[in-house]
């Protein structure tokens, strides 16, 4: 028997909630170098935008997951793999995030299509519908139009698409260890979660999914549903008494969402076990231009 057999028959036998990514990572690649708030994420009309390709998420036959390190190793072989957009082309997305009233109350859908410029040039389009209208006293996200700029000043962290990000793993780890409060962990985990449905290109992607493999705390677990119902293995990390799991597809490592889930008991959001959020990515694709928007559109600042 050869060596990486060996390892794939040994790491077969481990069990999936033991953190072992960050061994893992340093065999599989070597040492990493170390250098020094957010979009939202039915199929588009052809009158509105031609289609050129598009990469739609399926639910696959369930597989066992080795661990968390060879997940997002394979989903960032897979995301890389996926087509690029061309200078001028679009990146279209559709997406529903499932939350609940100020937390506790009745639970609503907010279903979103986006369409962001590949190059960052140009303004790009949201498209929200909520689920629900809201009673006295509630607040809800409202429907509408808004017009995302290209926001050239922005840190490429924070533009509309994420184009300018780097694709070195240490490098990204830096700049994610740059957002926000908390350790170090704390602080890259939250900026990572912040950015695993936005508009991307495939090596940035990639890129994205090895920098979470990374960080500290990471683990797996083998069973995540996201807001569309469709379950898959769960890369999870918690924090403040809630797990934060990102759900990929058991079988064609495709990133499928995302879902809140209380871990302590004592939490003002419900028992343990208790789902507070949801999100899924529903379809990407490559489009020609953005649909003409309507006049009550509302400009986003940068």
């Known amino acids: 028997m050869?060596?990486?057999?060996?390892?794939?028959?040994?790491?077969?036998?481990?069990?999936?909630?033991?953190?072992?990514?960050?061994?893992?990572?340093?065999?599989?690649?070597?040492?990493?170098?170390?250098r020094r708030p957010l979009l939202p994420s039915a199929v588009a009309a052809a009158a509105c935008a031609g289609v050129v390709a598009t990469f739609l998420v399926a639910h696959q036959e369930p597989g066992r997951a080795a661990n968390v390190a060879a997940v997002l190793d394979r989903a960032a072989d897979r995301a890389?793999?996926?087509?690029?957009?061309?200078?001028?082309?679009?990146?279209?997305?559709?997406?529903?995030t499932r939350r609940r009233v100020g937390g506790t109350g009745r639970w609503y859908e907010v279903r979103a299509?986006?369409?962001?410029?590949?190059?960052?040039?140009?303004?790009?389009?949201?498209?929200?519908?909520?689920?629900?209208?809201p009673r006295p006293g509630e607040e809800l996200p409202p429907d509408g139009e808004t017009l995302v700029g290209p926001c050239p000043a922005s840190p490429p962290i924070e533009r509309p698409y994420l184009g300018a990000l780097p694709t070195d793993t240490g490098a990204l780890l830096d700049l994610l260890a740059d957002q926000g409060e908390g350790d170090?962990?704390?602080?890259?985990?939250?900026?990572?979660?912040d950015l695993v449905d936005r508009p991307a290109p495939p090596r940035v992607r990639a890129a994205l999914y090895r920098a979470i493999a990374e960080i500290p705390g990471v683990r797996l677990r083998d069973d995540g549903v996201d807001a569309a119902g469709r379950h898959g293995v769960a890369v999870t990390r918690t924090q403040d008494g809630v797990r934060d799991e990102l759900v990929f597809d058991r079988a064609g490592h495709r990133f499928l969402g995302t879902r809140n889930v209380i871990a302590d008991k004592g939490h003002p959001f419900g028992p343990p076990g208790t789902t507070t959020q949801s999100s899924a990515l529903l379809k990407t694709a490559i489009v020609d231009r953005v649909p003409l928007h309507g006049p009550d559109a509302t400009p986003s600042s940068c």
């Open 2 to 34: 050869d060596e990486l057999k060996l390892v794939e028959r040994l790491r077969s036998e481990v069990p999936l909630d033991i953190d072992v990514t960050g061994a893992e990572n340093r065999w599989r690649r070597g040492p990493v170098r170390r």
């Open 80 to 96: 890389a793999g996926d087509p690029s957009p061309r200078a001028g082309q679009i990146v279209y997305q559709e997406t529903v």
């Open 113 to 133: 299509r986006t369409w962001l410029p590949a190059g960052g040039a140009g303004s790009g389009l949201i498209i929200e519908k909520n689920s629900i209208r």
């Open 184 to 193: 170090r962990g704390d602080r890259q985990w939250a900026a990572a979660t």
